[in-house]
């Protein structure tokens, strides 16, 4: 079976650039995270869906980051512009969703440098 | 307090050891808990669930301590591939949310 899958692996950009990341998550898991990490942290939530509908995007800083997931299926995550503090690995996660359904599936990441 | 508290070690331990560490959680609610291995600049990927009173799979063995709130790994004859940083994820029962700690870092030396 196929993990998640996310692309590109790595992005270098300069501030104040456009940049987009792309997930595919597990066939059949409809909750999909996007989390950061930053070296020595453990992940962050950034936005959380099931299905379609995005249920937790607190974390989200939305002046610059938007994310969307089309048909419930692959997901985006954009940020414009990027900042100097936006470098971090940006992981996508799957799960089936609900209660006993959250073990989370990561995919392998983009590592986002901002010069 | 962090929600989820973790000794960001390294551990330094030599082959064959016994090892354990332990994660701390602030919300009495919680009902599951995850421990993660991650690997040096990769993903973290799932070790162990602990739902109830823990559980053992093969030289790995979770507890729960709901009293202290705590749970621990406990890592047998450690091998030189067990180091990674181990990560736990406890989940929020209101929104199924996990929250995550900042992992703990194992060396196995030969």
């Known amino acids: 079976e196929a993990g998640v899958v996310q692309s590109p692996r790595y992005k270098i950009i300069e501030k104040k650039q456009p940049v987009a990341f792309w997930c595919n998550p597990i066939?059949?898991?409809?909750?999909l995270y996007w989390y950061l990490q930053n070296l020595g942290q453990g992940p962050e939530l950034l936005i959380r869906?099931?299905?379609?509908?995005?249920?937790?995007d607190s974390q989200l800083p939305k002046d610059r980051f938007s994310a969307e997931r089309l048909k419930g299926v692959d997901s985006t995550l954009k940020i414009q512009p990027a900042e100097l503090g936006d470098s971090a690995v940006y992981l996508c996660a799957s799960s089936l969703g609900g209660p006993k359904g959250n073990t989370q599936y990561f995919g392998p990441g983009t590592r986002l440098t901002v010069l | 307090r962090k929600e989820v508290e973790q000794d960001p070690g390294p551990f330094n331990v030599p082959e064959g050891a016994t090892v354990a560490f332990n994660c701390t959680y602030s919300n009495s609610a919680s009902q599951s808990f995850f421990w993660y291995r991650q690997d040096c600049r990769k993903e973290p990927k799932l070790l162990m669930s602990?739902?109830?009173?823990?559980n053992e799979d093969g030289r790995f063995t979770a507890q729960l301590n709901r009293a202290s709130q705590y749970i621990s790994l406990l890592i047998r004859d450690s091998k030189l591939s067990d180091s990674a940083t181990y990560l736990c994820?406890?989940?929020?029962?209101?929104?199924?949310?996990?929250?995550w700690g900042a992992g703990t870092k194992l060396i196995i030396k030969p």
């Open positions: 869906y099931e299905n379609e509908e995005a249920v937790d």
């Open positions: 066939s059949g898991h409809n909750t």
């Open positions: 602990v739902y109830s009173s823990g």
């Open positions: 994820a406890v989940e929020l029962e209101s929104n199924y949310q996990l929250i």
